[in-house]
């Protein structure tokens, strides 16, 4: 059964700081690309940072240089370091993990966990 369950989230001042956590099960997680996204009310859901299987790393470009994604392969976790957290990063964070397989039939595996709110507010 595969399940994906984040932790970590909660109420922060302007200027703080968070450590989200993804906890994975029930696949292969070192094959995965694993992501967190987010999204706030009234907006649609956006990519926050990617971590590929071999270690690549993307970020949004309003995340740049506050946030640090990374991935312990021996422990199945995807971790989100928020620094200097501003009001616009409230939001629910969901951690996703997409394995894309090519050979035919080309299937795609996708699987999201529940969420985490995050609250950055005085």
């Known amino acids: 059964q595969v399940q994906l369950v984040e932790s970590g989230g909660g109420l922060v001042q302007p200027g703080g700081s968070l450590r989200l956590s993804c906890a994975a099960s029930?696949?292969?997680?070192?094959?995965?690309?694993m992501r967190w996204y987010r999204q706030a009310p009234e907006r649609e859901r956006e990519l926050v940072a990617d971590?590929?299987?071999?270690?690549?790393?993307k970020y949004a470009d309003s995340v740049k240089g506050r946030f640090t994604i990374s991935r312990d392969n021996a422990r199945n976790t995807v971790s989100l370091e928020m620094n200097s957290l501003k009001p616009e990063d409230t939001a629910v964070y969901y951690c996703?993990?997409?394995?894309?397989?090519?050979?035919?039939?080309?299937?795609?595996?996708?699987?999201w966990g529940p969420g985490t709110q995050v609250t950055v507010s005085s």
């Open positions: 971590i590929t299987s071999t270690g690549i790393i």
């Open positions: 029930g696949f292969t997680f070192s094959r995965y690309a």
């Open positions: 996703n993990a997409q394995y894309w397989v090519a050979v035919p039939p080309p299937t795609l595996y996708d699987y």
